[in-house]
């Protein structure tokens, strides 16, 4: 097998074992858990009267009380329990929120740990700061109500649920001293991407790779009845999880303070099961099996320690302590008291002091430095980010002596470049693909590296070992959550897929979307290495697998984000693909969306003629038309994509040979977001720019790759944009020829030939002869592949034989 050297590792402390939790480490534990709901619970209800210096009036209540009790004081509980592991061991350690929606208990968390009034000076440790705690969360000018990019710590805000598990393993991988825990809600636990993402631990190599710990919170109930692990008997859930490969540690109650002995004990046993598994690895000790490594399932009350009965009914360990389980505050006497009552059980004069910070006794339970799980730089990723070791990209380029004289198969070059990014990298890079390396054209990083996995291998395999670093599953919701994880925690990746399918994912890249566009407004979060996604077997050439497999959606998707975070690059061959891929992976803060087809194609510029139509965008191609730049066109025919590029350049030598007079300009789009203007994306071409391709007035027939409404949303407000015709994707498609797909969506060079004669700015002489041979060559086009099974000759090997000036 192909391995991939491995770097040097930083000397980590030695081991030892954590000693049994004491009683006064229990009665810390203890306070600071308490001090946390406490919090809590005021984020949720309070805008004044922060300490309870005085009784609770309708005025210190909020307006509108937002925010979810029911699962904050478990996450609360192991997040204090896990500290202690910390303290102890000098564990470096992230906290992965899968219910993000106890955000309060995180914000809380920030606070205690000291981390929150380091970042946020102005929400002090003393009562007035507790008060802008509290009157910030969930409200207008404040925090969101998630574990959001705002949350020191987070790299995961949980409000999407599924992901926890994906960007845990994604955090570990190639981060040998990272122990990630990941709370997996039971309501969470009902979701596909989630019941996908057990088998993380399938991918693990523990020489190389951090630990993931799951705890799987079951509390029974969701947001408005049961769940379906919580009402599983537990030999059946231990079944399931043990069936994933995982040693499985159960922790049951509510009682205090026997909950916190039973926890620290089985949480101290999980960390010795982690740390064994490591140091047999590392050194040398470990025979290839794949380890079961340690899973927690904590069974405790919804709602722990809040309300027990309201207005007779039960609340504590319902569903209905899920999110405000005292509603009506403001005009309730009766349930304004029971919040008086709930907030004083935490005996607040124990837990702050006369100015209202902390007490030592809760102070006492946190680790310290950036050992706090609210200060990892590794939940900062770009503060641990190394820069790639980057080839020079014109080594890969393909020689193109003149426009479509040639074809080959785009992608490959980009794996050969990935291929050296894996050799000088071997510790902060990684491509993530389901299962489709090879198929679509980026193999070549197998010289370097193996497929990864930890399960069993046999002689048949090729390119799979347990020192593999690419990362192959069947599902694009790992790959993708991984690659989240990996960049969020500082190291560069890329994903790829096939076009279509890049929809199943689709929800979690606006979410990343989201994420980096909220980073982007806060001065502490590093900027980290951009989400980088390859798109290939595209829809126009995905004609043997037909309709199901052909769709451009993820376009659309992108180009909605805001445009300080999103990017959409459509290289027409190899040669500009090399340049965006470079321009990519230097980036950050970014989601890079690359689309290009794997199969053949015609290869149009040299590298260097590549590189200055990348850096512009978009540009003038001379050799393609017969507008000779002293006037205007009489149309422009414009494109955007690899296919679509191709039949814009053939309509255009139809026109050459078969209409010379028409004076027809040829433009192609490599950056789509140039085309909008500059106050809506900051690649928008100025005025002029965009005026010295298009014109101000001439007719543009555009041939898109994707949806035709993408490029009407982009050139809106531009001059006379109703001037734009464009052909793109329409839902037209099925198992068929390649060219009978651009032809079902009318985007071939007949259409386009049409559409020309048709929006030209004048008609010239054999205009309608020409029109009429274009719909004969149609006709012909659709008896001969019925016939043949296979494209007329003069579509399938056509290439560029109009002569090209010097």
Not at 374 to 380: E, Q, R
Request: hydrophobic share 35%; charged share 25%.
């Amino acid at each position: 097998m192909t391995t991939t050297s491995q770097p040097e590792r930083a000397q980590r402390p030695a081991r030892q074992d954590l000693p049994a939790a004491t009683a006064d480490e229990i009665e810390a534990m203890d306070a600071w858990w308490r001090a946390n709901n406490y919090l809590t619970v005021g984020q949720i209800y309070l805008m004044a009267n922060p300490l309870l210096r005085e009784p609770l009036t309708p005025e210190h209540i909020k307006p509108r009380l937002l925010g979810h009790w029911g699962t904050s004081p478990g996450l609360s509980f192991v997040y204090t329990h896990l500290s202690r592991v910390i303290r102890h061991t000098g564990q470096q350690a992230i906290f992965l929120t899968g219910p993000g929606h106890g955000g309060p208990a995180l914000v809380a968390a920030g606070y205690l740990d000291g981390t929150y009034s380091e970042i946020y000076p102005d929400v002090r440790e003393d009562e007035d700061g507790i008060r802008r705690l509290f009157r910030q969360f969930s409200a207008p000018g404040g925090i969101p109500s998630h574990v959001s990019v705002t949350t020191p710590g987070s790299i995961h805000e949980g409000g999407e649920l599924g992901y926890v598990l994906s960007h845990a393993f994604g955090a570990v991988m190639d981060n040998p001293d990272l122990l990630a825990l990941a709370v997996v809600g039971d309501g969470e636990a009902e979701t596909g991407p989630l019941e996908g993402s057990w088998k993380g631990i399938s991918f693990l190599n523990p020489a190389r790779d951090g630990a993931v710990l799951p705890v799987l919170h079951l509390n029974g109930a969701k947001i408005a009845g049961p769940t379906v692990l919580g009402r599983k008997p537990p030999e059946e859930v231990r079944s399931l999880l043990e069936g994933h490969g995982y040693e499985v540690f159960e922790v049951e109650g509510g009682d205090l303070p026997g909950m916190h002995e039973r926890f620290a004990e089985t949480l101290a046993t999980a960390y010795a099961r982690i740390t064994g598994i490591q140091d047999a690895a590392r050194s040398g000790g470990w025979d290839g099996t794949r380890p079961r490594w340690p899973l927690i399932v904590l069974r405790s009350p919804k709602g722990w320690t809040g309300p027990d009965v309201v207005d007779d009914v039960q609340v504590e360990g319902t569903w209905r302590a899920h999110q405000v389980p005292l509603s009506g505050v403001r005009e309730n006497d009766d349930h304004r008291r029971l919040l008086e009552e709930w907030m004083r059980s935490y005996r607040p004069d124990e837990l702050f002091d006369e100015s209202g910070a902390p007490t030592e006794l809760v102070r006492s339970a946190n680790p310290s430095g950036e050992l706090r799980m609210s200060a990892s730089p590794h939940a900062n990723g770009g503060l641990v980010t190394r820069d790639l070791d980057i080839p020079d990209y014109r080594q890969f380029a393909r020689d193109v002596p003149a426009p479509a004289t040639q074809r080959a198969e785009s992608t490959r070059a980009v794996g050969e470049m990935m291929r050296e990014l894996y050799r000088r990298n071997p510790s902060t890079f990684r491509l993530f693909s389901p299962d489709e390396t090879n198929s679509n054209r980026v193999g070549a990083v197998f010289e370097v590296s193996d497929r990864m996995t930890a399960e069993r291998t046999v002689d048949i395999d090729e390119k799979l070992s347990r020192d593999g670093r690419v990362m192959e599953v069947l599902s694009e919701h790992n790959c993708h959550g991984w690659l989240e994880g990996y960049t969020l925690t500082g190291r560069h990746g890329l994903f790829a897929t096939y076009e279509a399918f890049a929809m199943v994912s689709a929800s979690m890249t606006v979410q990343h979307c989201k994420w980096l566009q909220e980073a982007n407004r806060l001065d502490w979060r590093a900027k980290v290495p951009s989400l980088n996604i390859l798109l290939t077997s595209t829809a126009w050439r995905n004609d043997h697998n037909g309709f199901s497999h052909q769709g451009p959606g993820l376009i659309q998707t992108v180009l909605n984000a805001r445009g300080d975070v999103a990017r959409i690059y459509l290289p027409p061959d190899a040669n500009c693909l090399l340049s965006v891929a470079d321009h990519c992976f230097r980036s950050k803060n970014y989601v890079n969306l690359i689309v290009i087809d794997k199969q053949p194609q015609p290869q149009w510029l040299s590298i260097d003629e590549a590189t200055a139509h990348c850096a512009a965008g978009a540009g003038i191609w001379d050799w393609a038309g017969t507008d000779d730049g002293d006037r205007d066109p009489d149309v422009v025919l414009a494109c955007a994509g690899d296919v679509v590029t191709m039949e814009i350049v053939a309509a255009a030598q139809i026109l050459k040979e078969r209409l010379p007079q028409l004076r027809v300009r040829v433009v192609n789009v490599v950056d789509l977001m140039t085309l909008a203007r500059p106050r809506s994306h900051p690649h928008g071409m100025d005025p002029v720019r965009f005026g010295e391709l298009f014109t101000d007035h001439v007719d543009v027939v555009f041939a898109f790759h994707g949806y035709h409404g993408a490029i009407h949303q982009l050139v809106h407000g531009r001059p006379d944009a109703d001037r734009f015709h464009v052909r793109g994707f329409s839902e037209e498609g099925t198992t068929t020829t390649p060219f009978d797909m651009v032809v079902r969506n009318q985007v071939d060079r007949y259409h386009l030939v049409i559409d020309t004669i048709n929006n030209a700015g004048r008609q010239v002489r054999g205009s309608s002869e020409l029109q009429r041979w274009c719909e004969q060559q149609l006709a012909k086009h659709e008896s001969y592949i019925v016939e043949h099974l296979e494209d007329m000759p003069e579509v399938r090997d056509w290439v560029m034989t109009t002569v090209v000036d010097d």
